[in-house]
Structures are given as C-alpha cells and as structure tokens.
C-alpha cells in the first residue's frame, strides 16, 4: 500500500452532451471530424517504445463512405507478434511492481483527457471509423470509456481492500497479484470504449498486454493509443498490432507465457480460442484466464397490458441505434395479438419520419451505414430472403445501396414461424423481426422466448401487470444476462448495469464491474504467525 491508505476520487457518470445545433461542443466535433475526415493519418504497430511500419498497409475508410481513404495502417509479421510479446513480458516486473496507486492515476488521467481535449477527436474518430452518429459515439467513446477508467479505478481500491479476518497472534493477507505472463486483448469495431477498456483494465490491474484491435476500428484505435501515451502509460505495457487474425492469434497462444484472454467478438470465433487453449494446455506455466463476451440474440416480449407507444420506442431504439451493430440489440420481438396493429403503425410511423441512412456529419440522421461490405452483403442476403418466403413479409424498410457507403434501411419483418431464420440467427444489423402471439398463449410464449435462441444476452418484457413481470422475471431467468423491465434491451451503464451474458453470449464476467477486474489477479494469501508453537504435542495428547 505504500505509504498510506488511499482514497480514489469517487467515481461518477460522465454527463452525456446533447450536441444541439450551435452548441460549442457540436462546433468542435464537426471540426475535428472534417480535419479528420480530409487527413491521411498512418497508423504503425505499437510495440515497447517503437511505433513500427512494416510497410505492408491497408487503407482505412468511412463505411458511409468507402470510396473515400482517411489513411492507413500498418500488418504485423509473425516477427512483430513475438516481439510484442517480448516486450510485454520484458515490462512486466516494473509494471507490476509499480505501486497501485501509480498505475490508478494513469488511467484516472487518462479519463480527464477523454472528458477534456481528447473527446471531439475520440468522438469524431468513432464517427468515422464506425459510422456512428454524434449521440452513439458520445455515449461510447466519450462517456461509457470514461466510465470504465474510473470505476475500474474505484473497483480495484475495493478489491486491494477485502482483505480476510485474523485469529489472535497471526495475521492473515492478501494481496491481489497480476498473472503470471501477458494477457492478450481481442476488441471488436463496434464499441470504442470496449476496444479501450479490454487491455486497460487487465493493464491497471498490474498485467502486460497484447492488443489487437479490430480491422475496422484501428482509426479510433489510435486515438486511445494517443491518450494512454499522454496519460503516461509506460512503453511495453499495452503492445499494439493488427494483421492477420489467426497468425496473430496462432502466435500468441503458442507462448508458454500466455495467461489469459480478454475477448469481445463473434461467438464462433471465441469457441475455437478456447478450443485452441485446451489443446495448448500443456504449453502454458499457468492456467490461462479466458474472459469472452460474444454474440446476442435479444429480444423484447410486450404483454398485452403493456403501453403501445412505450413498446414502439423500445423496438425503434433497441433494434435501430447504430444500425443494430450492438450485440445487445432487439432483433426478436413477441407481441400479443390485441396490440400489434397499434405497434406496428407506431414502428412504421417512426421510421418514416427518419431521414434515409446517410452520413454521421449530418446530424439530422438517425441510421448510417453498417460496418463493411460483409455485413452489407449478409444483410441484403437475409431481406431478400424474407421477400421470397412466404411465412415471412418484410413491413418496413427492406431497401438497401452500398454504391457510396453501406447503407441498409431499418428494416422490419413479421413473420408466423417463431423458429424464422431471422428470429434465430444472429444478424448484427438494422434488421428486427416480429412475431404476434395469441394472448392467451402468454405463458406459452415466454418459454418459446427461452428455447428459440442460443443466446442469453439482453432481453426485455414490457408489462404493466406486476404479476406478469415478475412470471416473465423467473421464466427468463437464464435467457439474458441483463434483464430490462419496461424499457429497451440496450445501454447498460458503467457502475449501474453490470454487463455480460451466458450460453453462448459468454462467460458472463460482467465489464463495468469487480467482477471483471478479479478475472484479471491471482490472489496470494500470506499468513504469519508471531509466535510461532516450538513443541509439536497438541493439548488432546494429554
């Protein structure tokens, strides 16, 4: 503990701006994202204290425009990888060594910059790289990061304080140490505060890192790179890299050193990490942590009690914000009978008042554009899909043109099959299906909700039957990680909504929360006794 006991800040929610037209904050975004967007920035690996060009580059472009390059960035060889993890390690013992009170104001700065001159420019970024409006990349990359810095911060005091009771004449600790080797970080483009908060919170627990950003968020990756180097981050403690997913990933699970991997990403992909772990077992000097939050199919179910304008803006905002690229997003709906027709006009009537999907710097869009031409494809796949069956008839939306970005319409399809390919399969877009159920078949219907997915995410019931909440409370119980009573399944907050899923959501460990932070340390308990027995006869020997 140093010299003293030490108090952190209290950590609380960073206010979210509302960026109205003429605010100063709105001005400043728009223009940092118009230098951002006429720059060319180039991106190298960060490893130790080198910022390396291989000279083999990739070019970076906005979805919502593709034809347009605002830079580009650097792919790491097998040679690269080994060296990131040499200079992990290499920086291990005086990273760990470093009081904690040290390694807490690093990441408590690094969310005053954020808060102050870093945030139109992590914000800006995030509009570019992920084609997020100005309210999805302030509530992201601004507020949710800097949450996640400062109650990581908040957290780890509280854990280095639990400490257990002593018998008189010895005294009993723990203390909370970091893994033994390096972690590596898997980040996916979605969440800039994500891509932020999977290597620094193993990092300010005292571990070395292995990041790999995700190809389409290296942009406002580098902007997270910029504020940890300003914070004061030392060289060698986060290593950056990008390139080829598997020889990265093949490269660092090699490593006897390997610790622990923290992932968000793709369901499939995380089932053959922890297959490749499991058949590296022997390699590792330690058991690896594996930490993974992954795929989603989540769901709002309206009881017939519930109200009409109320469920409209659950499904509009759940299944719609940021073009349904959350994996917390409503893409299967149960609505009962009676009020359907009422929902539906209300859906339908809010998407007609939206402008067609088009550029974050125009401030009056609701929708953008999807990641990249792999999601666009996929999705077009599905809506034509669901324009040719017949147990399916696509209500809203449906349209759909990549020639300048990736634009998808929202779109909305009622289906009479439950089991519809779209009311199971992970879509990761603007794409929402709904199914009308009977009334009375309420309760019929919340186990259909249970058994239709493999995903146990977020879901959501809105009711206002008391009774009914609290049977759709219990009958979902294993179906969602975060539950929501009346209100969307998305938007968990840092410090308020623990966030995670299982099944094949993942392991559940829950960022934005001590639960997390824990996977990150191998407690060592010490016990010392102060006057220590010189006769080995207990009393019962008479």
């Known amino acids: 503990m140093g010299k003293g006991f030490f108090h952190v800040p209290k950590a609380v929610n960073e206010p979210i701006k509302g960026y109205a037209p003429g605010s100063q904050e709105r001005n400043e975004v728009l223009a940092q994202y118009k230098s951002y967007f006429n720059g060319n920035v180039e991106v190298p690996l960060y490893i130790g204290n080198e910022e390396i060009k291989t000279g083999n580059t990739k070019p970076m472009s906005p979805p919502h425009d593709h034809k347009h390059v605002v830079g580009s960035y650097h792919l790491a060889e097998k040679s690269h990888v080994s060296k990131a993890i040499s200079n ?3 920086s291990r013992k005086a990273w760990a060594n470093l009081t904690w009170e040290q390694r807490a104001a690093i990441f408590l700065k690094a969310a005053e910059l954020i808060a102050g001159p870093y945030r139109a420019k992590i914000n800006a970024a995030t509009m570019i790289a992920q084609s997020k409006t100005i309210h999805q990349a302030e509530i992201d990359a601004a507020c949710e990061f800097i949450d996640f810095l400062r109650f990581n911060v908040e957290y780890m005091s509280e854990i280095y304080n639990e400490q257990p009771s002593s018998a008189p004449g010895i005294w009993n600790r723990v203390e909370y140490r970091p893994l033994e080797g390096f972690v590596y970080a898997i980040t996916p483009f979605n969440f800039t505060a994500i891509a932020g908060n999977l290597p620094a919170s193993a990092a300010m627990m005292g571990n070395v890192v ?10 406002s990756a580098k902007v997270i790179v910029d504020v940890f180097k300003e914070a004061g981050l030392p060289d060698g403690v986060i290593n950056v890299i990008y390139g080829d997913p598997v020889m990265i990933t093949e490269t660092v699970l090699a490593s006897p050193d390997f610790a622990g991997i923290h992932f968000t990403g793709s369901t499939h992909v995380f089932k053959e990490l922890w297959k490749q772990i499991g058949n590296n077992i022997h390699t590792y000097k330690t058991y690896p ?9 989540d769901f709002i179910v309206a009881h017939k009690t519930a109200n009409p304008n109320q469920v409209a803006t659950a499904i509009v905002r759940g299944a719609f914000e940021f073009q349904g690229q959350k994996c917390s997003a409503a893409s299967r709906v149960y609505l009962p009978k009676s009020l359907s027709k009422e929902i539906l006009d209300l859906v339908k009537s809010d998407l007609q008042s939206m402008n067609k999907p088009g550029s974050p710097e125009d401030m009056s869009n609701f929708i953008t554009a999807v990641i990249h031409e792999g999601s666009f494809d996929k999705l077009a796949k599905y809506i034509d899909q669901a324009k040719a069956d ?7 939306g449906g349209n759909y043109d990549k020639s300048k970005g990736y634009f998808i319409e929202p779109t909305v399809i009622l289906t009479t099959d439950p089991k519809y390919t779209t009311m199971e399969t992970e879509l990761f877009g603007p794409v929402v299906t709904i199914y009308v159920y009977e009334d009375a078949d309420w309760a019929k219907t919340l186990k259909l909700v249970d058994e239709t997915s493999e995903y146990a995410l977020t879901g959501a ?11 759709a409370t219990k009958a979902l ?3 969602a990680g975060n539950f929501y009573i009346n209100d969307k399944p998305t938007g968990a907050v840092v410090g308020q909504q ?3 899923g299982a099944r094949a959501s993942g392991t559940n460990d829950k960022a934005g929360s001590a639960q997390n932070l824990l996977r990150w340390v191998s407690p060592r308990l010490i016990k010392e006794t102060f006057v220590t027995p010189t006769d080995y006869r207990y009393p019962f020997l008479g």
């Open 289 to 297: 942590k594996i930490v993974g939050e992954t795929g989603g199919k």
């Open 88 to 90: 992990a390690l290499a």
């Open 210 to 219: 292995v990041w790999k950003p995700s190809d389409s968020q290296i942009f």
């Open 498 to 500: 623990p966030f995670g």
């Open 390 to 396: 017949k147990n399916a008839e696509i209500i809203a």
């Open 461 to 471: 019931v809105l009711a206002t039957d008391r009774y009914v909440i609290d049977e």
């Open 477 to 479: 119980e294993n179906c």
